[in-house]
Structure formats: structure tokens, C-alpha cells
């Protein structure tokens, strides 16, 4: 399974494109802003774009669905929570299949109500879930920091260690990450009572 990370926006968020290497069967994970250079990759690779994914709805993760539906002809998968226009709903555990590649679909609600990760091949898609040495706010609305407490502890803390993080934004000293580092150097993955960590929230 190979990664293309894409810096795109004023945001610095991360649009994402994993590509199957057997088949050229690729997805798109929350496109949006600089498209252009998401359909290069696709061009470059001659890849077969899947499916389009969204880690959770906000527009800075969603503005290119409806250009890359367009141009790939591809569904959008959403969690089942979401409110936004798509084609296909998922859920906790179930998982998205392109080519001979397939990643696990962990609901991890707290930043919104339909936060998703994905997992798979040694790699954890986290959207802002998770960024390297922060967190995704809970102050917009769907936000809760007691859901994210519990998806960061009841979820994420149990996971492989060595998995490879790609997050939502690069807000971090680095553009990837492991589960592991996270939980020696992030300070929300430091244990601490779940009223700890709402108040550490605000």
C-alpha cells in the first residue's frame, strides 16, 4: 500500500491518495483544496480511484468531493453518522476494500460526532483524530471531549505502537508519526482521568 501525502490549502491540511501497487487501485482520502495536484498523481500512476473518503465531515476535508466524484466517477464513503452528502455509509469496524488492499474503519468521535480512522498496512489514517503532538479542537459543533477522550484512550492507545500516522493537518514537527511516539511525546495521549482530560480540553 503506497501513501501519497498532499499538502494542500492555507489550512495545512493533508488530502491523501493510497494506492493498492498489485492492482492501481487507489482511494482519496479528504480531498480538497489544491485538486490539480491529486489528479497528477492519478495520472502520473494511471491509478483506478475507488472510492473517495472522508475522515469526518468539515469543509476543509470535503471541498474537492464533488470535483474528484466528477473526474474519477468514484462514490463517497462517509460515516453513518454524517450529514453530508454521500454513496456509501460505514461503521465502526467495517472496512474498505480496493484492490487487494483493504483498511479498517475505527469510529473515533470527539473532534465531530462522525470522526473516522483508518487502519491497515502498518499505517493509521487518523484525520483530526489525532495530529502529530496535538489533537483535533472540540469547541466546533459535534465536538466533545469526553467522546474524544474515550476514542483516544478506549480506541487508539490499544492499537499497534508501530503503526505510521497520517493525520489531517500537518500542525506537527513532522509530517508522519507512530502510535508509539505519540504516546511517549503527544501530551493528550499522557494517561490521565477522563476529568483530567476535559478540563485539560477547556
Given at each position: 500500500m503506497k501513501v501519497h501525502q498532499i499538502q494542500v490549502g492555507n489550512m495545512q491540511n493533508f488530502s491523501y491518495i493510497v494506492e493498492d501497487e498489485d492492482t492501481s487501485d487507489a482511494i482519496i482520502i479528504d480531498p480538497s483544496w489544491e485538486l490539480v495536484e491529486l489528479e497528477m498523481i492519478i495520472k502520473e500512476n494511471n491509478l483506478k480511484i475507488k472510492y473517495i473518503v472522508n475522515t469526518h465531515h468539515h469543509f476543509d476535508h470535503t471541498l474537492g468531493n464533488e470535483a474528484m466524484v466528477e473526474s474519477?466517477?468514484?462514490?463517497?464513503?462517509?460515516?453513518?453518522?454524517?450529514?453530508?452528502?454521500?454513496?456509501?455509509?460505514?461503521?465502526?469496524?467495517?472496512?474498505?476494500?480496493?484492490?487487494?488492499?483493504?483498511?479498517?474503519?475505527?469510529?473515533?468521535?470527539?473532534?465531530?460526532?462522525?470522526?473516522?480512522?483508518?487502519?491497515?498496512?502498518?499505517?493509521?489514517?487518523?484525520?483530526?483524530?489525532?495530529?502529530?503532538?496535538?489533537?483535533?479542537?472540540?469547541?466546533?459543533?459535534?465536538?466533545?471531549?469526553?467522546?474524544?477522550?474515550?476514542?483516544?484512550?478506549?480506541?487508539?492507545?490499544?492499537?499497534?505502537?508501530?503503526?505510521?500516522?497520517?493525520?489531517?493537518?500537518?500542525?506537527?514537527?513532522?509530517?508522519?508519526?507512530?502510535?508509539?511516539?505519540?504516546?511517549i511525546t503527544n501530551h493528550v495521549m499522557q494517561k490521565r482521568t477522563e476529568q483530567q482530560f476535559i478540563d485539560m480540553m477547556g
Open positions: 474519477t466517477k468514484a462514490p463517497i464513503i462517509q460515516h453513518e453518522s454524517s450529514e453530508l452528502k454521500h454513496d456509501i455509509t460505514v461503521k465502526d469496524g467495517d472496512f474498505i476494500k480496493f484492490g487487494n488492499s483493504e483498511l479498517k474503519v475505527l469510529h473515533t468521535p470527539g473532534h465531530s460526532q462522525d470522526s473516522i480512522c483508518l487502519i491497515g498496512d502498518g499505517k493509521i489514517f487518523s484525520g483530526d483524530t489525532l495530529f502529530v503532538g496535538n489533537c483535533g479542537r472540540i469547541d466546533l459543533p459535534g465536538g466533545s471531549a469526553k467522546d474524544l477522550y474515550h476514542s483516544i484512550f478506549d480506541v487508539l492507545h490499544n492499537l499497534d505502537e508501530t503503526l505510521i500516522m497520517y493525520s489531517g493537518h500537518n500542525y506537527g514537527s513532522s509530517e508522519t508519526s507512530t502510535l508509539g511516539q505519540e504516546k
